[in-house]
Every structure is written in structure tokens, then in C-alpha cells.
């Protein structure tokens, strides 16, 4: 099957609308063996002394965005994840209550263009294309307003997950938290209207799933609400929010995209582990 390729760093057409002043996209990168963040801006990032989080503090550095290689944008404390959150991907099971919530570790995490492991005793591996929150603020017991402006923005994230682990094992540990099981990126965008925005995930250059994400069950303030009554969340913190529709098994030599409109793509393949 031919594989459309397309730069990591392409936005699409529909995201195009959603450029404006405020809205800025940042990224974490790998530079002659430093890791640093950076602020795109057009094709060059522009360095930050430090975190995002902290504010746009420059370090005068400069860089083309094609001499960088792209990590994960931002290093989180914790990596938390809703389940059952589209009507699309609930099937016969009912709406649920309250957001529905568990943990992924942190060394699931993986980097755009890097490759999705398939473990060696693992025989149904799926895709989940899901928007991720980025937690810019401590939160506790946050109420709605709170939790709304205590989100620093959002990147695209990919919850893969092996099917029969999931159904068969006491917790998700490695169903959902196998090295390699949290791709993440390319990059964070903050300012942007997120209900505007659609996403969709391509195996082989496939459409697989297609939603927007105005269809939500819990839109994001309320999963950081719900989150925050029990676990305090802290600056840097992910949330993977659910995956709507249908998914299936991948294999080794595919690949697969996650793109969300004002945000970008996050492409990686699939090797055996």
C-alpha cells in the first residue's frame, strides 16, 4: 500500500483557519546531543532557556526545524488517561457517569518519527488516536474555571494498547504501558479554540478514525476537574483523552499518523519489539 508522507512539522489545511496571534506551538528537541524547547516560528524554532511553562524566555539561539530532531514536547510528571470518552467508541457499553480515569507510566512515551514496538508475546496491539492535554499549573481540587485556566495547551497523542492484555490482566500495566505505548507530539499549541478542531488517525495512509472533538463525552476541563479531586496534578502533567470510533490490530511495517487540526501530525511506525 503506498504511504502518503508529509513533513512533521505540515500543518493542515483546516488548521490553517485556526493560525492566529495568540495561538503558538511549541516543541522539545534533540540539537548536536542537547535536549532543549523551543517556539516554532514558521520553519525555525526559536530556543528557550527552560521549559515552556516558565514562559517564553529566549536563549538567542535559532534553529531550521529541519536540523532538529523532534522529542516528545514535554517531559510530564505523570502521563493519566480517560477511557470511554466518544459515544463512537462505547459500543454496547453505557455512557459513562464521571470520566473514567488511569494511569500510563512516563517510559511509555515515545517520540514522533520513533517506532512503536509490538512486544514479542503480544498478538493485538491497536492504535488509539487521542488529544493530550498539557497541564501548565498545580491543581487541586480545581473548579471548572480553575481547571479551564489551568490548561497550558495540547499536542496529539497515540494510547496504544494491546487488546487481549487489556481484557485479560488484573490492570492495564502493560495493556496500555508498554515501552513504546505513548507516542506523543509533535509539538504543544496553546491558544487554540480546541473545539474546533478534528481528529484523525491514518494506518498506511488509511483514514481509521475520523471525529471532532467537540464530540467529547467529558470536554477537557472536566476530565482536569474530575482528575484533580483525587490526585494533584502539577505543572507538566499529560492527560490522553479518550479515542473516539473503532480500532484494529497493527503489524509490523506500518505506519501510522495522528493528526488534530491547529496542532499537527505525529507519525511513527510499527516494528516488532
Not at 491543581?139 to 496504544?160: H, M, P, R, W
Request: glycine share 10%; charged share 25%.
Amino acid at each position: 500500500m503506498k504511504i502518503t508522507r508529509r513533513s512533521t512539522f505540515a500543518l493542515p489545511l483546516a488548521a490553517l483557519a485556526q493560525q492566529s496571534e495568540g495561538v503558538k506551538r511549541y516543541v522539545r528537541f534533540l540539537k548536536d546531543g542537547r535536549t532543549a524547547y523551543g517556539l516554532m516560528d514558521g520553519g525555525r524554532i526559536r530556543e528557550l532557556r527552560g521549559s515552556p511553562l516558565a514562559g517564553d524566555v529566549f536563549s538567542g539561539a535559532v534553529h531550521p526545524s529541519s536540523s532538529v530532531k523532534l522529542l516528545y514536547p514535554m517531559e510530564p510528571p505523570k502521563v493519566i488517561a480517560v477511557g470511554l470518552n466518544y459515544r463512537s467508541h462505547l459500543g454496547e457499553r453505557p455512557v459513562p457517569k464521571q470520566p473514567e480515569i488511569f494511569f500510563k507510566p512516563t517510559t511509555c512515551l515515545q517520540n514522533p518519527g520513533d517506532p512503536i514496538l509490538i512486544p514479542r508475546d503480544a498478538k493485538n496491539v491497536h492504535y488509539e488516536a487521542e488529544l493530550v492535554i498539557v497541564v501548565g499549573k498545580k491543581l487541586k481540587n480545581a473548579s471548572l474555571a480553575e481547571a479551564q485556566a489551568g490548561i497550558f495547551g495540547y499536542t496529539c497523542g497515540n494510547d496504544v494498547s494491546e487488546r487481549d492484555w487489556q481484557k485479560g490482566d488484573l490492570q492495564w500495566w502493560r495493556a496500555k504501558g508498554s515501552d513504546t505505548f505513548g507516542p506523543m507530539g509533535p509539538m504543544i499549541a496553546t491558544g487554540l479554540d480546541i473545539g474546533r478542531s478534528g481528529i484523525e488517525l491514518r494506518v498506511n495512509g488509511e483514514t481509521k478514525q475520523k471525529q471532532v472533538l467537540s464530540d467529547l463525552i467529558f470536554d477537557c476541563p472536566t476530565c482536569v476537574q474530575q482528575i484533580s479531586r483525587y490526585v494533584t496534578l502539577e505543572p507538566g502533567d499529560v492527560i490522553f483523552t479518550g479515542t473516539p470510533g473503532t480500532t484494529t490490530a497493527m503489524k509490523a511495517g506500518d505506519v501510522v499518523e495522528v493528526e488534530i487540526d491547529g496542532i499537527g501530525m505525529l507519525r511513527n511506525p510499527v516494528k516488532a519489539g
